[in-house]
């Protein structure tokens, strides 16, 4: 139990709700939150349709109930609400000098949007697109004073700094960590995913044959990661425990996996080796599950390299959630543990007709079963695959 790595807290927003309980109720109705765009005026306004959260910037600020810095992006302020979420659930009560590392992909780019119109306005709108403006906006609006760094690796983004954290853990230097992502909607991404032609005009339908694209969605979703050593000093209660980690690429293209899913079958399968756990013990997989043409065909065929003929339980969540993106892998995390603690694999929506090949079908209803160990896959441009493993609390005695 030296090596343990527990979760004491998790906090999110998404398009399906503005914490942990209420996106768990909304996964239960099957109720997704893929809308038309409401908060990005543009070309792209009437005819994009997103998961977006519902709430202005200001409505954001009063919901985290402090004072925040002029200029603070949507990243960073869907961060803090999730973060703090999280913080009071692991009865910490004073971030201090714990480390906070956050997976974003665009980071500031909503605030770094406003300076281009006639290109001289405040330089601070510069500054915020950095990414690691957002990592240290979220520790300070949190009252932090500790290690911050932000990982940007795309939409692998979030399960990266979560598996930097648990590294942190693991080598004693440091006994907890909080730990996820974040990323808000700008016109850059919508832009830029129009641009490959990746986006549906219908609600995204997963695993299914006739998909046609991916929904865009923002939010955030994070943990607080502890050490056996910090639960000895103040124990509490243990939501799970992340117990296997990793990260691949192949550097097959800019935008696409290999035909072979060779990236994601290597961090599939390198995280199984660090869990110690058989293909056979995985009883539910989060896909990452975008509804494009190539990942899900590509992500299917590389499950069935690792699992053969036995393929657990799948369903991809971004049916209810749109791809957030860097956050994603944040959120997913927690809707991994919430299909521990529930004992539930959540239904993919939309699923209709299975894939030529590989002809696998995900969970088209939400299955209550016996699930002890949960696989979340996060993929991201450029070929980084990432993949973290929960377990129960029980599974480690």
């Avoid at 000895?232 to 990260?247: D, H, S, V």
Wanted: glycine share 10%; aromatic share 6%; charged share 15%.
């Amino acid at each position: 139990m030296n090596n343990a790595i527990a979760v004491t807290g998790m906090g999110m927003i998404t398009a399906i709700g503005d914490d942990v309980a209420q996106n768990y109720h909304s996964l239960l109705r099957k109720q997704h939150g893929i809308k038309p765009l409401q908060h990005i005026a543009g070309k792209h306004q009437a005819g994009t349709l997103v998961g977006e959260v519902p709430w202005t910037n200001q409505e954001l600020v009063e919901k985290l109930g402090t004072t925040v810095p002029k200029y603070s992006s949507r990243t960073s302020l869907l961060a803090a609400i999730a973060a703090k979420e999280a913080l009071t659930q692991a009865a910490i009560t004073d971030l201090g000098n714990i480390p906070v590392i956050m997976g974003t992909s665009v980071a500031g780019m909503d605030i770094f949007e406003q300076y281009f119109p006639h290109l001289n306005g405040d330089r601070t709108l510069i500054q915020r697109r950095d990414v690691g403006d957002s990592a240290s906006a979220l520790s300070k609006l949190l009252g932090g004073n500790g290690f911050a760094t932000a990982i940007s690796t795309a939409c692998s983004s979030a399960a990266n700094a979560i598996s930097f954290g648990a590294r942190l853990l693991l080598s004693g230097r440091a006994e907890r960590v909080l730990v996820g992502g974040s990323d808000a909607l700008s016109r850059f991404t919508i832009n830029g995913f129009d641009s490959l032609m990746l986006l549906s005009d219908k609600p995204n339908r997963p695993f299914d044959q006739n998909r046609n694209g991916l929904n865009l969605g923002e939010g955030a979703g994070f943990l607080v990661l502890e050490s056996a050593k910090a639960l000895e000093k103040i124990p509490k209660p243990i939501l799970g425990y992340l117990t296997g980690f990793a990260n691949a690429n192949d550097a097959f293209h800019q935008t696409a996996t290999s035909d072979s899913g060779e990236g994601a079958y290597l961090a599939m399968k390198e995280a199984l080796t660090i869990s110690r756990l058989a293909p056979d013990a995985i009883d539910y997989i989060n896909a990452h599950g975008t509804a494009t043409e190539n990942n899900d065909r590509t992500e299917a065929i590389a499950i069935q390299r690792i699992f053969g003929d036995n393929v657990p339980s799948f369903s991809s969540t971004k049916a209810y959630t749109g791809h957030t993106l860097g956050a994603a892998a944040g959120i997913e995390a927690i809707y991994a543990l919430l299909a521990i603690q529930h004992q539930l694999a959540f239904a993919n929506l939309r699923f209709e007709t299975a894939m030529e090949q590989p002809a696998l079908q995900p969970v088209t209803d939400h299955r209550s079963s016996s699930i002890k160990h949960v696989l979340s896959n996060s993929f991201g441009f450029g070929g980084n695959c990432s993949t973290l493993i929960f377990s129960d609390a029980e599974s480690l005695y």
